[in-house]
């Protein structure tokens, strides 16, 4: 939608759409609203207010300001003072030096698309300036391949298909072609809304010649990569003067930094970087703008972390993990692209060795750290966070995060979702912004609480010592049971019937265990017809442990513990033999083959007890089969259904 102002001094406030607001002469407020917006301010000392990272700014004159409200937006130097909201990340510095002001706008160009095309012109096109037309050349053949191979390989970096075409005279079309310079081998546009944006001009007099005979290895393949960076909305690192006599905008690059070891868009290159490759600091600048492609490093991959070189980690798709288990330094890990991680200590440049950030558009679902104290950070998709060993400090985002903090006394940080928390060894805690009030604590059985906040968000906590609460600790340990919970009658009632208890089963079952025991109980179960029928009275002690495994654990026996809990099974019953083998299953170590499956069943079935008793809502046997079989071994699958109960969601 287009919103105008007056003359005078106007208030504009766009819709949730993308809109285009004019505040004309007058000292302006504008605020484009949620979508991507066009602002353009006019005369006078406009107020911008930002929302969106995609919005652009035009404007003529006076003394402006704005406040930022969107994470990583990349400010527009005609708006004199900037001020950002509590909590607003900014624009990482290795990017805001290689965009310029206008970039906010260059994606917005493509009104939704990925695509930009490309044209070989044999004459002048009209919209050329008379610098542009001076000496015109077209592009020879040689020419030509070249730069189809530069647009391949771009694509294979940066979310954009270039698409070849015989019309330049079109929006987002890239016109390549040479003339006749003075003092530069060449030059473009940045994107921009008119057929000029994005035209690309090369010399080809003086030492500038080899330019149409270019070549891997030659200075000619840096000077076309580097001009198809400012096509595509690069700028130099640096704000001197460049070739051309234009200051850049800024900021600039560490000095460091300003080299085409990092950026071709540097004027201080080495022959290393003569090919049609960008460097790091231009594919994370890009990436920002495009994203990655979404062609290359597609599979499941694992990103192992060096300790003497930067990590600049991108992706285009898969199950992904950032592996940092070969360093024994603390590692600092951020999943979200735009943060600064590390291992060991921060350096002053990203570039330094050790150095980690994920670029813009990646999606990082699972990280490990090392021996150290770690600190890593999630995102808002499914993650899986390991902290090993070290005093760790884990935090999963918003999405259904399993998180493993291994020895140590390791901390985590909030409840978002629905997520698996696992302490591991030493004294662990989970550490909530909640009051105690606010907050509910169901322990499930010795080793698992369930803690539940206001908003619905649940965590499934295995050895975790306490909770910190905004006005307290809370001690795991001297918690009981909630009152309708007995887990041995669980860990039966899993092991016989293969799902969760129903509530009237479950309580004639209770008040027989108080009456005869676990043992007489068990026995009896698996005397009934319908365990009977899962455990055939017929089978062989080989044949009944070997489903044990496979109905309980979820996995084949090893010859081992197929040989010892047959012979157990000599003098035990078989009611007996169950409760041995799933307390020895809960008392293994975190890992041992079988016990997530049964410990995450389990887990379930107590809660569906609470459940029931709290809601008064008895499930049938039918249902709760199908609810129980949607828990497997992943933790992320206990949470979830968890989860979806604790929202409001009936199950």
């Known amino acids: 939608m287009n919103i105008y102002g007056t003359s005078g001094n106007d208030n504009l406030t766009g819709t949730a759409g993308n809109d285009v607001l004019y505040g004309n002469a007058g000292n302006d407020s504008l605020d484009g609203g949620a979508g991507s917006n066009a602002l353009y301010g006019g005369n006078g000392n406009d107020f911008y207010i930002i929302r969106n990272r995609f919005d652009s700014i035009w404007d003529s004159a006076g003394t402006d300001s704005g406040i930022i409200y969107a994470d990583f937006y990349k400010t527009n130097e005609g708006v004199e003072t900037w001020t950002w909201a509590s909590g607003v990340q900014k624009l990482p510095y290795w990017i805001d030096s290689l965009v310029p002001g206008t970039a906010p706008s260059f994606p917005s160009l493509l009104k939704g698309g990925k695509t930009i095309y490309y044209t070989f012109p044999t004459a002048a096109p009209a919209h050329f300036t008379a610098e542009d037309a001076y000496g015109f050349k077209a592009f020879t053949a040689q020419q030509q391949t070249f730069a189809r191979q530069a647009f391949a390989y771009i694509s294979s970096v940066i979310g954009i298909q270039f698409v070849e075409t015989t019309n330049p005279a079109a929006a987002n079309t890239i016109v390549l072609a040479n003339n006749v310079q003075t003092g530069s081998a060449g030059y473009a546009y940045f994107p921009f809304d008119d057929y000029q944006g994005s035209d690309v001009l090369l010399n080809y007099t003086g030492s500038s010649a080899r330019n149409l005979t270019p070549t891997n290895g030659d200075y000619s393949a840096l000077t076309l990569i580097h001009e198809l960076g400012h096509a595509l909305g690069l700028k130099h690192p640096f704000t001197s003067v460049d070739s051309l006599g234009n200051a850049s905008d800024g900021p600039a690059l560490p000095t460091a930094e300003d080299t085409s070891q990092w950026t071709v868009m540097s004027y201080n290159s080495r022959p290393a970087e003569y090919n049609l490759r960008y460097s790091p600091l231009d594919i994370a600048a890009l990436q920002y703008l495009y994203g990655p492609s979404t062609t290359a490093q597609t599979g499941d991959n694992v990103y192992t972390l060096s300790a003497t070189a930067p990590n600049f980690i991108w992706d285009g798709g898969g199950i992904d993990s950032l592996d940092g288990t070969n360093t024994t330094q603390g590692v600092t890990l951020y ?88 302490g591991g060894a030493g004294t662990d805690v989970l550490l909530l912004s909640s009051g105690i009030t606010k907050t509910q604590v169901l322990k499930l059985r010795n080793d698992a609480t369930l803690v539940t906040d206001s908003s619905g968000n649940v965590a499934v906590c295995r050895s975790v010592e306490q909770i910190k609460f905004s006005d307290g600790i809370l001690g795991v340990s001297g918690l009981s049971a909630g009152p309708s919970i007995d887990s041995m009658l669980g860990q039966i009632y899993v092991a016989a019937f293969r799902r969760a208890p129903e509530t009237e089963g479950y309580n004639y079952w209770a008040k027989d265990v108080a009456a005869r025991g676990y043992v007489a109980v068990a026995d009896t179960m698996f005397s009934l017809d319908v365990v009977k029928a899962i455990y055939p009275t017929w089978m062989t002690s080989t044949e009944f442990v070997t489903t044990i495994y496979n109905n309980v654990f979820n996995r084949a026996p090893d010859t081992e513990g197929l040989n010892f809990w047959v012979k157990q099974h000599a003098s035990a019953s078989r009611g007996q033999l169950v409760m041995e083998m799933t307390n020895a299953a809960l008392g293994s170590p975190d890992g041992t083959p079988g016990k997530d499956f049964f410990q995450n069943r389990l887990d379930w079935s107590l809660y569906a007890v609470n459940y029931q008793s709290e809601h008064q809502q008895a499930m049938t046997p039918e249902h709760l089969v199908t609810l129980t079989n949607s828990v497997g071994a992943d933790g992320a699958s206990l949470a979830t259904l968890i989860g979806q109960a604790a929202s409001g969601v009936m199950i």
Do not use: M, R
């Open 335 to 422: 999943l979200e692209p735009g943060y600064w991680g590390y291992l060991g200590s921060k350096a002053s440049l990203i570039t330094s060795s050790g150095q980690v950030t994920v670029n813009f558009g990646t999606v990082i679902e699972n990280a490990k750290g090392g021996t150290g104290s770690d600190t890593i950070i999630g995102n808002g998709v499914d993650n899986h966070l390991y902290g090993y060993a070290g005093d760790d400090t884990l935090s999963g985002g918003s999405g259904d995060d399993v998180l493993e903090g291994g020895d140590g006394n390791d901390s985590f940080l909030g409840v978002s979702g629905a997520d698996l928390i696992y």
